[in-house]
């Protein structure tokens, strides 16, 4: 058998483990004022905006 190469490492951010992926996307039009709102808001907790949203509708919703 001829000497085989080891396969190339992919290119990104490796898989994360089972079951700490999203799992679905949602996607929500806001106007531009209502962005650089959500976008001040996350700021000031220091997050993203998704962590921001995210937590904000989980205590909305009481998650």
Known sequence: MPNQKP???KAGRPPLPKGNAKAVMLR?????D???AIETAAKAKNQKA??????????????
Not at 28 to 32: H, I, K, L, S
């Open 34 to 36: 209502e962005r650089e």
């Open 50 to 63: 998704s962590e921001w949203i995210r937590s904000t509708l989980a205590t909305a919703i009481g998650g």
């Open 7 to 9: 396969k190339p490492r």
């Open 28 to 32: 929500v039009r806001v106007t531009p």
